[in-house]
T-cell receptor, first 116, second 115 residues
């Protein structure tokens, strides 16, 4: 069964600070990984994704994530956060359920609060 | 991309009643997913709804409690049956875009409170 662990549930940073949110996954098949973001009052939306190729993935708004296969990790980073980055961030893995259908499993989410 | 309309956006229900949540997509999609997000917890997949076949339920979820309909490629409903306060949650409809590398699109969610 696939699973996702996010280690930081609530992070508070000052503007311009660097951000790294941890994500570890468990899945035995080919890995497809995502970071989703939910800004206050908005839908979940995709931040970035990894399917294959370069393990360093760049997403929207200056975010990037690095897939490290040996560590089963897909940490999200941003060198300098802004107040507008205040949101909840979800790591997710795409795999197959017991019926052979694709399913996306999410981590518990990390609430990021950026203080001006 | 896909635009998903989900309704109701929120409801307050009495214990023992049932609520049906509707999900309408602006394009035809093969797979639709229903998630639940309980307070302080992750998004948890309830079931995958495929047109023309029975929904596939995840461990811990059963059809009697969460019956799903998928009459066509643009519409699905999830019913939360015989509700209890533990069913208070946000319920999200999601679809997977076409193509191998597409992403999930989400509806705005239904905030359900059970008294």
């Amino acid at each position: 069964a696939q699973s996702v662990s996010q280690h930081n549930h609530h992070v508070i940073l000052s503007e311009a600070a660097s951000l790294e949110l941890g994500c570890n996954y468990s899945y035995g098949g080919t890995v497809n990984l995502f970071w989703y973001v939910q800004y206050p009052g908005q839908h979940l939306q995709l931040l970035l994704k990894y399917f294959s190729g370069d393990p360093l993935v760049k997403g929207i708004k200056g975010f990037e994530a690095e897939f490290i296969k040996s560590k089963f990790s897909f940490n999200l980073r941003k060198p300098s956060v802004q107040w507008s980055d205040t949101a909840e961030y979800f790591c997710a893995v795409l795999g197959l359920n017991s019926g052979g259908y694709q399913k996306v499993t999410f981590g518990i989410g990390t609430k990021l609060q950026v203080i001006p | 991309s896909a635009v998903i309309s989900q309704k109701p956006s929120r409801d307050i229900c009495q214990r023992g009643t049932s609520l049906t949540i509707q999900c309408q997509v602006d394009s035809q999609v093969t797979m639709m997913f229903w998630y639940r997000q309980q307070p302080g917890q992750s998004l948890t997949l309830i079931a995958t709804a495929n047109q023309g076949s029975e929904a596939t339920y995840e461990s811990g979820f059963v059809i009697d409690k969460f019956p799903i309909s998928r009459p066509n490629l643009t519409f699905s409903t999830l019913t939360v049956s015989n509700m209890s306060p533990e069913d208070s949650s946000i319920y999200l409809c999601s679809v997977k875009g076409q193509g191998q590398n597409e992403k999930l699109f989400f509806g705005s969610g239904t905030q359900l409170s059970v008294l």
